[in-house]
């Protein structure tokens, strides 16, 4: 597949999340962001004027008081872009759902749902979710470990996508002279059988002008890598440096490959922040003012959860960082990695809770400086685009005024939408639907059979 420019996406965090625990206290941040659909639908609409590929909405089902605010109050993704899909008409629109936590039917009319109310825009980020006190929140007894829980992922996106070859194109005939509704030849059960599901089907809504939903996948355990070979469009990862990033995109494309997939199908977008001034001196000392902000004991929250709710509290800063296992069923797993580096070389909690305001790529400069380093990992082929995490209004609006020209005058990004689904966006292919034309050979067959009788 020919590369088709740099993509964008926005992800809309509210009043912060773990990447920007003080967001809130920006006066330009509505106090309640991540529960307003007026804040939504504006920061969207802004990201289509921009002509951004897509927003995408994070998600989880557990918290604790000590997780950031944005988690604490905010509206569940495919609701919130249902809402936003009425108000715009090009951007795409990315729902987080995970598998571990809703059936693979759910997750099929959900999505396709808003595919259609989009006109095509919708799509999936596939998560198996991190935190094991969600299962406290679903009657299960446990959160299975990365094992069960990318297994049956993938069995749930099988399941999904063959939910979604329900129909036919011209399925619902809806011819009021016939009279026929629908063209029960072009309606497809499932009938599937598996280690995790029996979906019988078919689904319950036609396919919309893109076909399906494009599926996102972010996780980078080996499970996860797999899985992304086996069903992603798009990769989005935390990867902070080029090479990083190069190697994630390299290892999926080789499990690609090898499952007999077009390695160059998948499209790889990290996560980028952003902090903009008139140059790079003036956007270095925002960057150190932000990091510094608020108490450090605020960002405890955040590591404990990637040790499954283990509380930090009681550690003291500056000794070296405690000896508590990490688990093998919660948490990312880059940023496990992470720690097992910090502890390697003797770090403090202190050090860890430093380093982690910038776990992932995050560029404080001018304009200029900004879209040239977008420009080099692009065309490194490090990355196929960026998530943009929206978080200091400011940033936001000298991002898509200063930093997008920039980038569309170099020819590296679009000045207008040329497609109207998100697959367009994406240069994804439309997918056809599996059964196209067999209830035609079936229908022919028939008439031969009657022929010869
Ligand atoms: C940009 C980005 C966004 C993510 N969004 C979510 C999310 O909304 N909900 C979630 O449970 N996990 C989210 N994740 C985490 C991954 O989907 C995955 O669950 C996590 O990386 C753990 O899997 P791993 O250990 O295989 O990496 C996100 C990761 C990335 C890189």
Known sequence: MARQGLKLGAVLIGVGDASGKQLWRDPDVPLDASVNIDWYVRQTREAEEAKFDFVFIVDSQYITPDFPNHHLNRLEPLTLLSAVAVATSRIGLVATVSTTYSEPFDIARRLASLDLISNGRAGWNIVTSQDPGTAGNFSRAGHGDYEARYRRATESVEVVQGLWHSYEDGAFSQDRSAPRFLDPAKQHRLDHRGDFFSVGGPLNVQRSPQGQPPLVQAGTSPQGRELSARAADIVFSFARTPEESLDLARDVRARAEAIGRDPDELLFIPA??????????????????????????????????????????????????????????????????????????????????????????????????????????????????????????????????????????????????????????????????????????????????RADA
């Open 272 to 449: 980028l922040g952003v902090t903009i001034a008139d140059t790079d001196e003036a956007a270095a000392q925002i960057e150190r003012d932000r990091t510094t902000a608020g108490d450090i004991r605020d960002r405890l929250g955040g590591l404990s959860r990637q040790f499954g709710g283990h509380d930090f509290s009681g550690y003291d800063l500056d000794s070296p960082f405690p000896d508590v296992p990490l688990p093998e069923a919660a948490g990312i797993r880059s940023f496990h990695d992470d720690i097992e580096k910090a502890r390697q070389r003797g770090s403090t909690l202190r050090n860890v809770l430093e380093a982690q305001a910038l776990s992932w790529f995050r560029l404080a400069g001018s304009p200029r400086t900004i879209a040239d380093r977008l420009q080099l990992w692009y065309e490194s082929r490090a990355a196929d685009g960026f998530n943009l995490f929206v978080q200091h209004p400011a940033d936001w609006e000298r991002f898509r005024a200063e930093v997008v020209p920039i980038l569309v005058e170099r020819g590296l990004f679009r000045a207008e939408y040329e497609a109207t689904t998100l697959r367009g966006h994406l240069g994804l292919p439309h997918i056809s639907n599996r059964h196209a034309g067999t209830a035609n050979a079936a229908a022919a067959a028939t008439d031969r059979e």
